[in-house]
């Protein structure tokens, strides 16, 4: 009879071949993965949903510019638009399936002042229904350092708010004028220095960045990237899970980072954006998603593998060629 023993070379030989059939199988079902999510969002692109994200994208991103600067607003020019009856009105009918609104959409609706989200539903609804084909988002204006003029400005308006202001008392009215009296003079008198001899030193712009956060700007094809590659890798389901409600947040949270950095930048140094928005922070995100990912494979999948005890093998025992990750579903 022909000898069956499997020797080490055998052993070795069948292990390879299945750990390049598991190689193969990753990436097949990364790919595939990858594939259907990248499409499924690029037809969701004009969809209410992903405008709902991309709002609480810029949302985010205002409240990590606050901690920063001098002022941020959201979608700040809602004055524009006709009345909020009207807007509320139109965008019920949106949502609801009909082309206008109804005179009882009308009369239900709230004559206050639009929040930044209807704002953004509104102009979001009106541009998918125009024939212009350009990019539209929410609208984020930063301010990270008003200049000496703009906080004059802004010092004075407030002064006469505070003079026309009858609600408070007269004592407390005029302490509250001094005080803001006491701060404008040195700076009416240095803006005044500054435009009779105008120099480099003396010179304080306002620092601002105005930009709109596109579908690009949620890093959504990152995030179906790693998904991708965490779902394909072969080991068990929670796992698996574990990485995606851990990881995908976190991508969230860089790109909210991103969008920070990227609006101080184009700010402070508008012909640095374009470098930072193009080419350097698109290579820290990739690498970022890679670390990330490694780190689960080590330390999530890796790590709790090699502790689980091995069967026919001591304490200080190895297997000779432990192969790839176990293949748990």
Same mark, same amino acid.
Request: proline residues 6%; charged residues 25%.
């Given at each position: ?84 009856? &009207? ?8 949502? +609801? ?5 109804? #005179?009882? +959409? ?41 200049? /000496? ?41 240095? /803006? ?49 899970? /574990? ?59 890796? +790590? ?13 025992? &190895? #297997? ?10």
């Amino acid at each position: 009879m022909p000898d069956t023993t499997e020797t080490p070379e055998t052993q070795s030989s069948g292990a390879s071949r299945g750990s390049g059939r598991s190689t193969f199988v990753f990436v097949g079902l990364f790919v595939v993965i990858v594939m259907v999510l990248l499409t499924g969002y690029r037809y969701s692109v004009h969809t209410r949903a992903n405008d709902w994200y991309l709002f609480q994208v810029a949302k985010h991103t205002t409240w990590a510019l606050a901690l920063l600067g001098d002022q941020v607003s959201l979608e700040n020019d809602r004055a524009r638009f006709p009345n909020p009856r &009207q807007v509320r009105s139109e965008i019920r009918a949106h949502d +609801d399936g009909r082309e206008s609104p109804t #005179p009882e +959409d009308y009369l239900a609706a709230s004559d206050d002042p639009l929040t930044p989200w209807e704002a953004w539903s509104y102009r979001a609804i009106t541009t998918r229904a125009s024939d212009v084909d350009h990019e539209y988002g929410p609208r984020v204006e930063f301010v990270l350092r008003r200049g /000496l003029a703009a906080r004059v400005r802004d010092l004075e308006v407030e002064l006469n708010d505070l003079r026309e202001n009858n609600t408070l008392e007269p004592s407390e009215r005029a302490v509250a004028m001094e005080k803001l009296i006491r701060e404008l003079r040195p700076m009416r008198e240095r /803006l005044n220095q500054v435009r009779k001899a105008p120099t480099e030193e003396d010179d304080d712009p306002t620092y601002n960045f105005h930009f709109i956060v596109v579908s690009e700007c949620g890093a959504i094809e990152v995030m179906a990237i790693f998904f991708a590659a965490v779902v394909a890798f072969p080991t068990r389901w929670w796992k698996r899970l /574990l990485g995606i409600l851990v990881g995908v947040p976190v991508m969230y949270l860089v790109n909210i980072l991103r969008l920070t950095c990227l609006a101080v930048i184009g700010a402070y140094n508008p012909e640095m954006f374009r470098f930072a928005h193009e080419y350097l922070w698109q290579a820290v995100y990739i690498i970022f998603v890679v670390v990330v990912w490694m780190l689960w494979v080590e330390y999530v999948v890796r +790590d709790r593998d090699a502790a689980a005890p091995s069967d026919g093998n001591g304490p200080d025992e &190895q #297997p000779e060629n432990p192969g790839p990750v176990e293949d748990g579903s």
